[in-house]
């Protein structure tokens, strides 16, 4: 094989030849790298179950070269296109708390939107329900989005009719960040009829998903796409549910990743709070009532304010701290003279630069960077 | 001092004297028995605390004669007028779990109605809540108290305005035994416009009171009084409450004594849900959605089936059971000859046969009693 590819080009490979979430991929790309496992695949030696891992996708005989026109391509104009980015384990933008899925991590991610998703998931809440809310859930599911956002806090949800479409609507018209995890490609609005709303979504948020473009939001993708929700954030709400319900998934995601689990009481008469009374009795999860016991719970389980106030500096990962600290103080320097400092290449210095400057540590001065006066 | 008093009187005397469920008092009372208590505060010689026990009630020099034409006969007559009866530990009619209550159990209660306390107490919910209910909450204690009702169990509550009356009301309109646990006097119609009320509940069920006659219903003695709901149950279910809220009192007491505690949940939207979210999320009080699960929580405190039905007759004291050993399988025996074989009076052995036979376990024949066939 004369050209190579290299991590992010395996992992978008995988990601439209294997199932999201498959837990035998997942484990094989931390065992071998991603790398290893795509040309596994393509010369017909992978060790994956025939479940798992193109399963009948990959003809028998397809070369790199076929692989990079059938599959790569049209990915990178697709992206281009419809302005998503690539994020993967390790970059800038991804956020860490993805990697307690263990096996079942995402292989990368696809993100629309003006927010950075790793900053903006410092501090978030998933907010999950029914679809067929009552008006009571999506009062509740209102006013909780819009303390969120009046508070700082990023709303998660996954763009469904009802309680997720409330929660994203009221962090949105709060001027708050929302991020939509959707179970289909980040280039298939769905519901269909909530395009708009996706398009409002980007404007200051993110849209999210680990599924190739073009792929549709099918009933597996769901329940794959809830325990991103889950591990995105630090804690879940549950709004209203029904017995049998989406969100209870979510729930039982959150709960193995250790997350704070929450959920709302609704009238005992309303079969659409059934399933929020069946969590609370049944599987220890926090009954709340009002967006500050959520916002409490949670900081009740981050570092306590008298170990030193956590600054979003403390949340930074290796590359961008290196960055900061190869930033100068007053003279704007280049980006290729912080990157040689850093000894980071452009793209990664680039990136470092920019989460820096959403934090508001460094500021862009003519063609350079300084380090922000106060 | 000629005249002498027995325990009856002694308490019914003491209760007239002291603050109901006074635990001073109810201490010397089970150390030394009503009348010796009742003597040492005729002769100014009680070691009681002056807080407690005929404070200033009982003027110095006070005779028995004068004490039994000032306390005693009064309430005599009341009690005959209004068909009351005083029913004190040990008696037949007592309801034994209120010895739960050490020294705060009652010296004796006032009991009127058709109902036997004991035997209705057997299977008994106590379904309590505010008194500002909402449309919400009244419809939830009426659901539950009619599945009671339709089940064979007791409704007991207090007889205020808005979730008790509620129980009541669905208790009585299926067809079931309430019992209403007055704060003041069992003569003293409370609230005034529940009269009615009251007296349809008399006609099944029974109306008691720890107070003595003509008492009013007063603020320490409502909190008085809900110890005696709780005891008297199984379990206690607060429907709706505001956080501050005399029906939280009452699920304390529960808790205490060890009974079931449960509350339903509402509408976060709903301050008179507040105080029972509140006890659920920090009291590790049940969280019920329906009177199904109130009923089975309950029954699954209660010995398991698998240990052998338990039968009334296992409830039964160890008089009734005497008397059921003495009554004949055929022929009819009158009173006086079961009464010699159970070695009891015949006050005794009368009250036992009543309970038997309210139990379905002997029938009366011309002037004797057999045991009931089937």
């Not at 290893?36 to 695949?41: F, H, L």
């Not at 991610?109 to 329900?129: D, E, F, K, T």
């Not at 929660?167 to 960040?177: N, T, Y």
């Given at each position: 094989m004369g050209r190579v590819i290299d991590d992010r080009d395996a992992r978008m490979l995988l990601s439209q030849w294997c199932e999201a979430g498959d837990r035998a991929v997942g484990h094989r790309v931390r065992e071998r790298g991603a790398v290893v496992v795509a040309e596994e695949i393509l010369a017909g030696s992978s060790p994956?179950?025939?479940?798992?891992?193109a399963a009948g996708r990959v003809p028998a005989g397809t070369s790199l070269d076929q692989a990079l026109a059938r599959w790569l391509a049209p990915t990178q104009s697709t992206a281009s296109r419809c302005g998503a980015r690539y994020v993967i384990p390790g970059e800038g933008e991804w956020p860490t708390q993805l990697d307690d899925l263990g096996d079942g991590a995402p292989l990368g991610l696809w993100v629309a939107g003006a927010g950075n998703l790793r900053l903006l998931a410092l501090r978030s809440l998933s907010v999950v329900g029914a679809r067929s809310a009552t008006a009571y859930g999506e009062l509740v599911a209102r006013e909780l989005a819009a303390h969120l956002a009046e508070n700082g806090w990023l709303t998660v949800s996954g763009g469904a009719f009802g309680i997720d479409a409330a929660a994203h609507r009221?962090?949105?018209?709060?001027?708050?960040?929302?991020a939509c995890v959707l179970a289909g490609g980040v280039d298939v609005p769905y519901p269909r009829?909530?395009?708009?709303?996706?398009?409002?979504?980007?404007?200051?948020?993110?849209?999210?998903?680990?599924?190739?473009?073009g792929a549709a939001a099918m009933r597996h993708r769901f329940l794959s796409r809830n325990r991103i929700i889950a591990a995105l954030s630090r804690g879940t709400v549950l709004v209203?549910?029904?017995v049998r319900s989406g969100g209870r998934s979510t729930v039982r995601e959150a709960r193995l990743l250790n997350r704070v689990v929450m959920a709302f009481p609704g009238p005992v008469t309303s079969p659409m709070s059934a399933g929020c009374h069946v969590v609370i009795?049944?599987?220890g999860v926090h009954l709340v009532t009002s967006p500050r016991e959520v916002v409490s719970?949670?900081?009740?389980?981050?570092?306590?304010?008298?170990?030193?106030?956590?600054?979003?500096?403390?949340?930074?990962g290796w590359r961008e701290k290196r960055v900061l600290d190869s930033v100068p103080v007053r003279s704007p320097a280049p980006l290729g003279s912080i990157a040689r400092i850093a000894g980071l290449g452009l793209t990664d210095a680039m990136s470092a630069l920019g989460m820096l400057d959403a934090l508001g540590l460094v500021e862009r001065r003519g063609d350079g960077w300084t380090l922000r006066r106060e």
């Amino acid at each position: 094989m004369g050209r190579v590819i290299d991590d992010r080009d395996a992992r978008m490979l995988l990601s439209q030849w294997c199932e999201a979430g498959d837990r035998a991929v997942g484990h094989r790309v931390r065992e071998r790298g991603a790398v290893v496992v795509a040309e596994e695949i393509l010369a017909g030696s992978s060790p994956l179950p025939a479940s798992a891992g193109a399963a009948g996708r990959v003809p028998a005989g397809t070369s790199l070269d076929q692989a990079l026109a059938r599959w790569l391509a049209p990915t990178q104009s697709t992206a281009s296109r419809c302005g998503a980015r690539y994020v993967i384990p390790g970059e800038g933008e991804w956020p860490t708390q993805l990697d307690d899925l263990g096996d079942g991590a995402p292989l990368g991610l696809w993100v629309a939107g003006a927010g950075n998703l790793r900053l903006l998931a410092l501090r978030s809440l998933s907010v999950v329900g029914a679809r067929s809310a009552t008006a009571y859930g999506e009062l509740v599911a209102r006013e909780l989005a819009a303390h969120l956002a009046e508070n700082g806090w990023l709303t998660v949800s996954g763009g469904a009719f009802g309680i997720d479409a409330a929660a994203h609507r009221a962090a949105v018209a709060a001027g708050g960040a929302t991020a939509c995890v959707l179970a289909g490609g980040v280039d298939v609005p769905y519901p269909r009829s909530h395009a708009d709303l996706l398009a409002r979504i980007r404007e200051s948020g993110v849209l999210v998903s680990e599924a190739p473009f073009g792929a549709a939001a099918m009933r597996h993708r769901f329940l794959s796409r809830n325990r991103i929700i889950a591990a995105l954030s630090r804690g879940t709400v549950l709004v209203e549910a029904a017995v049998r319900s989406g969100g209870r998934s979510t729930v039982r995601e959150a709960r193995l990743l250790n997350r704070v689990v929450m959920a709302f009481p609704g009238p005992v008469t309303s079969p659409m709070s059934a399933g929020c009374h069946v969590v609370i009795r049944d599987e220890g999860v926090h009954l709340v009532t009002s967006p500050r016991e959520v916002v409490s719970l949670v900081e009740g389980r981050m570092p306590p304010a008298d170990e030193g106030r956590r600054e979003p500096v403390d949340e930074l990962g290796w590359r961008e701290k290196r960055v900061l600290d190869s930033v100068p103080v007053r003279s704007p320097a280049p980006l290729g003279s912080i990157a040689r400092i850093a000894g980071l290449g452009l793209t990664d210095a680039m990136s470092a630069l920019g989460m820096l400057d959403a934090l508001g540590l460094v500021e862009r001065r003519g063609d350079g960077w300084t380090l922000r006066r106060e």
